[in-house]
């Protein structure tokens, strides 16, 4: 990962994924994330977090234009409420069409909504999920 | 994938990730599901699942070995809870040395523990942030 500075990443929920991502990016980019509370944040503060924190009502859409939404390069939206994040996706591709975003679908059953909508999405459960049935079909070694 | 009932897949855990593994595995290889909570098969039921399902006190030792836990090929340990995880994952490991093992660490700072004892593991958060982090450095096509 190089330093890229100029980069603007805004990353939309400080749960575990969000601040282990937040915590990745802000080694080569300017990386801010957002969050409703206050105390989501620790999961940063204690470790080397070198980005920006804001507290914002998250489904407010002024108050992402308040935070620069429009010139973020990237935007990741990873909070754990699809529904938010399914409108979040929505919103901000109206303000802004330039910029890249994935949206996290908890739901897998969610999916099909995201994709009538155009949206970009990555759905981790499905991920995980191939993962894992690789992880049987290939005869390793026998688990000690 | 291929047919092979022959093989017993143990999957502890039936909430969106357990579920979605559930019938995925099931159309190949002969599938039980355990749950402590009768409503979480509601998931399997809707769609078409042909495995078994259990209600079980998932922390009860000896209700695994009823269950055949000893027989199984792999168990899948994807429940919310990392505590009753890493137990699971330790205590399926003394009863039944050559099963495989997979363990889902949801929290990635509890990671090392799990490595510590020795246990098959994957994190899902992990997987996750990588593929993310991937999206941003491939510079593709503008989202549109």
Partial sequence: MRLNNSKLII???????GS???????????????DKEESSFERLSKRNFTGFTRV?????????????????HMVYIVTPD???NFMLAYGIKKLNSGVRI????????KKSIFIKAGLNLFCPIEDSVM???????KE?????
Same sequence: chains 1, 2.
């Fill in 11 to 17: 990353i939309i929920g400080c749960g575990r994924l």
């Fill in 20 to 34: 282990e991502l937040a915590l990745k990016l802000s080694k080569a980019y300017n990386v801010v994330v957002l």
């Fill in 56 to 72: 914002i009502d998250t489904s407010d859409m002024a108050a992402l234009k308040d935070v620069n939404i429009e010139k973020a």
């Fill in 82 to 84: 699809d529904n938010l």
């Fill in 102 to 109: 994935a949206a996290r679908v908890n739901d897998p059953l």
């Fill in 131 to 137: 993962d894992l049935v690789e992880e049987l079909e």
């Fill in 140 to 144: 390793v070694v026998k688990y000690e």
